[in-house]
């Protein structure tokens, strides 16, 4: 949570020297939370299995991120590719729900 106050407080500020700014602050944001997301992953693979979901989401976050800062003069392509950014993680954070939900017996 804090890392996101941060992040929209960054880009916000980032704002006022254009959009490039902007998608620079958001792609330094992707990599630190998907270098997160990665590192907890796979720490937590063997306690608790079901971690892949998390372990793709974050190693494509990292990418993403460096991605966003190399396109980042290109606003077009920049803005374009967070549609796909959030929809991946969209399916990554579902397929980690129900890999981690708890199965119903009965």
Not at 5 to 32: D, S
Not at 54 to 68: D, E, K, P, V
Not at 79 to 94: D, E, K, Q, R, T
């Amino acid at each position: 949570m804090v890392i996101g106050i941060f992040t929209a407080v960054g880009v916000a500020l980032a704002l006022q020297n254009g959009v490039p700014a902007a998608l620079m602050v958001f792609g330094v944001w992707a990599i630190v939370t998907g270098l997160i997301q990665l590192v907890l992953g796979l720490q937590r693979r063997r306690e608790l299995g079901g971690q892949w979901p998390m372990i793709l989401s974050g190693g494509q976050s990292m990418l993403a991120g460096g991605a966003f800062i190399l396109l980042a003069h290109s606003p077009t392509m920049g803005i374009n590719s967070l549609v796909g950014y959030s929809a991946f993680g969209a399916f990554y954070y579902l397929i980690s729900a129900i890999r981690l939900s708890p199965m119903k017996k009965g």
